[in-house]
Structure formats: structure tokens, C-alpha cells
């Protein structure tokens, strides 16, 4: 199996700054890895597909980075429906396996 | 837009088997991949498996031995079943829809609380 390390798994921040979120895999897989926002009790929400495209009708100020056994999670300028926890995961084989999660909270 | 929803009992007996429902609001049956996701309280999120338009499964290996999973395209639905349920099957299960192996998972169901006790 892939095991995604994402970290760290919680971070404070205030309204207007930037956060960064990694997610470390295990081996390669080129870029099938994808971010998702989630708020208590919601599903995941789709926020960056392959390592670095943005979903259609996420704000960019939301971007993604990364290929190979590395990735990132970029939010700028910090608004208040960011705060929420946060999901790496892997696509590249079965079990599909997601990181642990980021919970984002504020300042 | 698809959009899904999850149904079936919210609360099942430690040994029996877990029922859920998937219903696929257009006739997209074809068009996906069917992955079931589940959420422990306060934990990450975990696959289950995916079942796709030929009926072809791919189950998580830590659960395979207990699922079975189900296509009913004529009523667009997706069937989970997993059997000899404990405590810790005690979850939210999405099922959620992506357009081939490899794919993001995009979109999902709202989820329903399936709570494993006596």
C-alpha cells in the first residue's frame, strides 16, 4: 500500500495569511494525488486534481504543487469558510489511501 | 450535475451484515467508477472499494474478505454489504463517484451514520 504522510495535522492561522500543507507518499506516483476540504458534518469537497489543477468553482486562491513522492497545498489570503480540515490522497494504486488530515483552525 | 445519496439502516447488530444504498440521480451509471469511503468518529477517511459498469470490483485487501459490492443500473444504484460487522465498522460511509481508475473523487454523497451495537 501508499502511505501518505500528510502534515502538519493541525495548524492556527488568521484571516489574510498563508498556509501551506504537505503530503508526503511513500513511493512515486507521478501526479495522482488530490486535495479536498471538508467542514463537520459534510463530505469531502474536491479542491485540487492532480497534484496542481483547480477544480472548477474553487477559488485560486486555493493551488497545488508537487509530482513524484511530494506535494503541497497552498491557501493565500486565508478567508473564514477556509477554516476546515484538509485531505491528501493517492490515486496512483489501489488501496487508494488519504493522509491523515489537517485541521485548520483559527487564530 | 450527478449527485448521490446514501440510504439503509442507521444502526446495525454486531455480527450482522451492513446494507447501504447509493442512488445516482441521472443515468451516469455508465459513466463512473462507484467507490464506497467510509469516515470512523473523529478519524480519517478509509476506501472500501470501487465496483465500476462491467460489475468489475477492486476491494481494500484490510476488508476484502467481508465486502461485496453491486451495480443496479436499471434503478441507478450501487450496493455495499459488509458482513460480520463490530464496533469499529461504527462509521460514515459515502459512496462517491471518479471517471476511471486513477481518478479524483468527485462527487459524493452527503453519507450516512451507521452505527455498529446491540
Known amino acids: 500500500d501508499i502511505q501518505v504522510t500528510q502534515s502538519p495535522s493541525s495548524l492556527s492561522a488568521s484571516v489574510g495569511d498563508s498556509v501551506t500543507i504537505t503530503c508526503r507518499a511513500s513511493?512515486?506516483?507521478?501526479?495522482?494525488l488530490h486535495w479536498y476540504q471538508q467542514k463537520p458534518g459534510k463530505a469531502p469537497k474536491l479542491l485540487i486534481y492532480a497534484a496542481s489543477t483547480l477544480q472548477s468553482g474553487v477559488p485560486p486562491r486555493f493551488s497545488g504543487s508537487g509530482s513524484g513522492t511530494d506535494f503541497i497545498l497552498t491557501i493565500s489570503n486565508l478567508q473564514p469558510e477556509d477554516f476546515a480540515t484538509y485531505y491528501c490522497?493517492?490515486?496512483?494504486?489501489?488501496?487508494?489511501?488519504f493522509g491523515q488530515g489537517t485541521k485548520l483552525e483559527i487564530k | 450535475q450527478v449527485q448521490l445519496q446514501e440510504s439503509g439502516p442507521g444502526l446495525v447488530k454486531p455480527s450482522e451484515t451492513l446494507s447501504l444504498t447509493c442512488t445516482v440521480s441521472d443515468g451516469s451509471m455508465n459513466d463512473y467508477y462507484w467507490s464506497w469511503i467510509r469516515q470512523s468518529p473523529g478519524k480519517g477517511l478509509e476506501w472500501i472499494g470501487y465496483?465500476?459498469?462491467?460489475?468489475?470490483?477492486d476491494y481494500n485487501p484490510s476488508l476484502k474478505s467481508r465486502v461485496t459490492m453491486s451495480l443496479d443500473t436499471p434503478k441507478n444504484q450501487v450496493s455495499l454489504k459488509l458482513k460480520s460487522v463490530t464496533a469499529a465498522d461504527t462509521a460514515v460511509y459515502f459512496c462517491a463517484g471518479h471517471k476511471g481508475y486513477g481518478e479524483r473523487f468527485d462527487p459524493w454523497g452527503q453519507g450516512i451514520l451507521v452505527t455498529v451495537s446491540s
Open positions: 465496483i465500476y459498469y462491467k460489475g468489475s470490483t
Open positions: 513511493q512515486s506516483m507521478n501526479n495522482f
Open positions: 490522497q493517492q490515486s496512483y494504486s489501489t488501496p487508494y489511501t
